[in-house]
């Protein structure tokens, strides 16, 4: 189970991650209070507040402003710089041993002072409960954490992991306080104590409510007074028209591709402003490799050869999206476009056909394509739509979709249901390991029965090992070259991140980018 596969941020709505980190940050940010607080309209929800629980966009976004890690993503970057610690490094050169020393001077919100034991205590306790809705399965590298004395603390893996730094910088490095959170479960109340840059003055359904907290020692420089997240619960409209009334300062994730692409449209008289991000989240066409239709290599180059991008794009999601022509996307270090150089950009029939007839079939392909917009949004059905159309078009196949709760979905895909299923994914780091070795290592999120020995016993341990992630293109490309000839997924489209805000409102240009992290001490308004 992993919670980042989610309700995309559109189409509903680089640098490299270092494994040899040094250096030290600034000893103390901004701990503002002057500027005015801003109110934030959001689709999501936030799962939980206790880091050792959520694994989804919105508590991670919960997380990454109350909490602090070690390590954090600076603006429009994806290589890991000081933020708990005051410097990081690998001390063997397997990367097998991380050590990180404390900043001076460290509290949490509440007055209590954080020292390398309530690191400990929050890795050994996130490890310990292993909640299925967690970010744990992060780190099964992880073998111990020592703390020599209460400013050091030392990681012990149990294999090299280059990216470890980058896991650390993530939600799912947050640091408790070992006072407040019981060591063998989870936090129920709806609170959190941390040392980020502001507390959690409340929670409940309809919203959340972040003041300054005024012992925040880090990076962040904040500019407001405070946040109020309110929680439309996937009502679009609703979001949308709070948005226009000025009941909200800004929306992110949950606007539809329409309501963005017309909103960016309109005259100056609305008082809006669309802002667009980058973004590394990706969606894929998944094949079950037993199915007995998709498992047929000549089907899935067919597929590949009939599938018109573009035309998704234009027609389903209005240009909030580009196409994906690889499993590792655009702006993450390693990149390549193995599809595109495999299968073109344009679709041949006779290509396609030609395909089909190398693997002996010669009657029409009858295939299901399956989808879930209770997970991916509504769009993903007409999507999906499209898709069977395009491949229809030549008469070398007969599909349809059919839709199901999400429940039901995973449910059938683990039981191998389904020969074709949707899948998005939302990177829990922006480096390319979090874009292969879930998918294609051992333990595969996806579920489609693909094993391939020279993906899983040579290049994802290689590059894993790699702590100078720039050495590790080749070995991506060759992995990358892989899938796109065998074909266990084929990619469809990588995301553009948005949000709007009404006129005033400013710094969205620094909260949307491939780290995922939105920065809510960037956000001012006059």
Same mark, same amino acid.
């Given at each position: 189970m992993n919670m980042r596969y989610q309700w995309p941020v559109?189409?509903?709505?680089?640098? =490299?991650? !270092?494994?040899?980190?040094?250096? +030290? *940050?600034?000893?103390?940010?901004?701990?503002?209070?002057?500027?005015?607080s801003v109110v934030m309209g959001m689709s999501d929800e936030v799962l939980a507040t206790d880091p050792a629980s959520g694994y989804d966009p919105g508590s991670w976004l919960l997380f990454d402003n109350v909490f602090q890690s070690l390590l954090s993503f600076p603006k429009g970057g994806t290589e890991p710089q000081p933020e708990l610690a005051k410097k +990081?490094? @690998?001390? #063997?050169?397997?990367?097998?041993? &991380?050590? +990180?020393? =404390?900043?001076?001077?460290?509290?949490?919100?509440?007055? #209590?002072?954080?020292t390398s034991q309530d690191v400990k205590f929050s890795f050994d306790r996130m490890l310990r409960i292993n909640d299925p809705s967690g970010p744990a399965i992060m780190f099964p590298t992880l073998g111990s954490v020592d703390t020599p004395d209460a400013k050091k603390v030392v990681f012990h893996l149990k294999v090299p992991d280059a990216t470890f730094p980058s896991k650390l910088a993530s939600g799912a490095g947050s640091i408790v306080d070992h006072r407040q959170y019981d060591a063998d479960g989870l936090r129920k109340d709806g609170k959190a104590v941390g040392s980020g840059p502001y507390r959690l003055d409340s929670f409940d359904q309809d919203k959340a409510v972040f003041s300054v907290n005024g012992n925040y020692r880090g990076t962040a420089k904040v500019k407001n007074s405070g946040i109020t997240l309110k929680f439309f619960h996937g009502d679009?409209?609703? =979001? $949308? $028209? %709070?948005?226009?009334?000025? !009941?909200?300062?800004?929306? &992110?994730? *949950?606007? !539809?591709? !329409?309501?963005?692409?017309?909103?960016?449209?309109?005259?100056d008289s609305k008082g809006v402003d669309v802002v667009e991000g980058s973004s590394a989240e990706v969606q894929h066409l998944v094949f079950n490799m037993k199915d007995p239709v998709a498992g047929k290599l000549g089907v899935r180059k067919a597929m590949a050869y009939l599938l018109d991008r573009d035309a998704l794009i234009k027609n389903v999601y209005q240009g909030t999206a580009t196409p994906l022509y690889?499993?590792?996307?655009?702006?993450? %270090?390693?990149?390549?476009?193995?599809? @595109?150089?495999? &299968?073109?950009?344009?679709?041949?029939?006779?290509?396609?056909?030609?395909?089909?007839?190398?693997?002996?079939?010669?009657? $029409?392909?009858?295939l299901t394509l399956w989808s879930t917009p209770s997970r991916y949004g509504p769009a993903t059905d007409q999507e999906l739509k499209a898709i069977a159309g395009q491949l229809n078009a030549g008469g070398l196949f007969d599909a349809d979709v059919k839709s199901v709760t999400f429940d039901q979905y995973e449910k059938d895909i683990a039981a191998g249901k389904y020969g074709v299923y949707v899948k998005g994914w939302v990177p829990d780091y922006p480096d390319p390991d979090n874009f292969t070795a879930? @998918?294609?290592?051992? *333990?595969?999120?996806?579920?489609?029965? &693909?094993?391939?020995?020279?993906?899983? *016993?040579?290049?994802?341990?290689?590059?894993?090992?790699?702590?100078d992630r720039?050495?590790?293109?080749? #070995?991506?490309?060759?992995?990358?070259?892989?899938?796109?000839?065998?074909?266990?997924? =084929?990619?469809?489209?990588?995301?553009k991140q948005y949000a709007v805000a009404r006129d005033g409102v400013y710094g969205l240009e620094y909260c949307l980018d491939a780290s995922t992290v939105f920065r809510f001490w960037e956000l001012s308004k006059d």
């Open positions: 559109l189409p509903i709505v680089a640098g =490299l991650a !270092s494994g040899l980190l040094t250096g +030290c *940050g600034t000893e103390s940010g901004g701990l503002g209070g002057t500027g005015t +990081c490094t @690998f001390t #063997d050169s397997r990367a097998t041993v &991380y050590q +990180c020393e =404390l900043r001076d001077g460290l509290k949490f919100s509440n007055d #209590d002072a954080l679009r409209a609703a =979001l $949308k $028209k %709070a948005l226009l009334d000025g !009941s909200v300062d800004l929306a &992110y994730r *949950g606007l !539809s591709a !329409s309501d963005v692409a017309g909103l960016d449209q309109q005259d690889s499993i590792v996307p655009t702006g993450i %270090a390693g990149h390549n476009t193995a599809f @595109f150089d495999t &299968y073109g950009a344009r679709p041949s029939q006779a290509e396609a056909a030609a395909a089909l007839r190398a693997d002996g079939i010669t009657g $029409k392909v009858k879930p @998918f294609f290592g051992k *333990g595969n999120v996806l579920d489609n029965h &693909y094993r391939n020995g020279t993906i899983t *016993g040579t290049l994802i341990p290689h590059t894993a090992a790699q702590s720039g050495a590790t293109d080749q #070995d991506f490309g060759r992995l990358q070259d892989i899938v796109a000839a065998e074909l266990p997924v =084929l990619p469809v489209w990588q995301a």
